[in-house]
């Protein structure tokens, strides 16, 4: 594994809780003990209360906005009600207070706020250690990343492992404001005196995103190079790409009113690839993968492309792009044009357009132990990718994700596309994402005809 799987730990352990104990301190001590009796029956609950009202005006925005589709763990909002009431103690405790005792309210601020966000990511295991968020935040190199530049000099030579590069797409086709993108080049690219022909993978992230989520986070770099070097250098070509062209701007990849997603990843992204790294541009040598929001994204381009791409993983992804109900999602989503729900509705665009003919899915789910069950003929692992307490395990699937898997694929093999469903044993985290990855990876790279890839069965 490489430098952003190991360190300090974000997700549990000594750090989160130390910083826990600290917050709630200073904040025992910010409230004090010698204080009058108005302070004690009237500032103090005004705090409690301010503190209420800020846990629920979270949790409102969030569910407004649609920001999230997992539920959100009861301790997160406790959290974000103890910076709330801790902000109100500094502000109404301030005045005949001693210096010492503002000074302490003053540091409960960051604290508390620090702990609410220890508690986001305890839920979404976005930054599983302090390695990982410190190269995030600093904007710290990726594994094997070097200058697009450097790549005419290594051209012809032998690389014991891929290299990572940032690219500038361009969006003239589809207008789509968009941070800049990864390429990830197998060893097997740099062989010879022109580029090999190979097929690609596009990467794509959840909701609240970045293009690097998928190399910092979900571990990509080790499980790829893992699979070339034992393949003689060979491997895909991965495309880590912008969906939402900014952190919380979630487009499921739709073209709409946040943005036309799908033509950046169809009408940019696709074409450049293929122009400036010499990728194969047959849609069988070409495969999607996504995590949640991905996952959607995934299975939706795939069905709506056959013309593009003929192979996907959807990880724990929904039923169809989201952002609240179905009235909901038309309005934020496509500014209320219900045809293009139609358009972008997986199932829907599957008995369009069906038949379909070369096509090929796979579905991965989490599931809990005492509901480990086995449909479709998909494989089951009863193992966790995550101790307990790892973020996401809030055991309460949203109401579009939960049978998801199941109905996209019955409905997928009903139109001819070959589908399978696996299940782990685990919560909606980066984790789970990363170990679907890696054990799908083997399968992906054989259905887009990698070279040295052996046939591998889906179940």
Known sequence: MHQYAHG????????????????????????????????????????????????????LYIDAEGLASDPAPFYLWIWIGVFAGGVAVAALGWRGNSWWRRGVAVLAIPLTLVTALLALNKWVGYYPSVQTAWGALTAGPLPNQIDAADLPDLRNTVQTSGKLV?????????????????????????????????????????????????????????????????????????????????????TECVNGPRGDSADHLTKDVRPYVVDHFGASAQAANWAVVGWSMGGTCAIDLTVMHPELFSTFEDIAGDHGPTSGTKEQTISRLYGGNAAAWDQFDPQTAMLKHGPYQGI????????????????????????SDAPAGFGGHDDVKDADQEGAADDLCATAQKVGISCSVHRIISGHTWQFAERSFSDALPWLAAQIKTPGASVVPAT
């Open 166 to 250: 940032e690219v500038e797409i361009p969006s003239d086709a589809s207008g789509f404001n968009h941070r800049n993108e990864y390429v990830y080049l197998p060893p097997a690219w740099f062989a010879g005196p022109t580029p090999p022909t190979l097929p690609v993978i596009m990467m794509i992230a959840g909701e609240f995103n970045t293009p690097a989520d998928w190399l910092r986070t979900g571990n990509a770099m080790p499980i790829i190079d893992g699979y070339a070097q034992s393949h003689g250098g060979q491997a895909p070509i991965f495309v880590f790409v912008d969906t939402g062209g900014s952190f919380n701007n979630d």
């Open 360 to 383: 090929a899915g796979w579905f991965e789910d989490t599931v809990k132990p005492a509901n480990a069950t086995t449909p479709n003929g998909g494989g089951h692992r009863p193992q």
């Open 8 to 59: 300090v730990s974000l997700l549990g352990g000594w750090l989160p809780l130390t910083l826990e104990i600290v917050a709630v301190v200073a904040l025992l001590v910010a409230i004090g003990w010698r204080r009058t009796r108005r302070w004690w029956l009237v500032w103090l609950p005004v705090c409690a209360v301010i503190g209420v009202l800020g846990a629920f005006a979270a949790h």
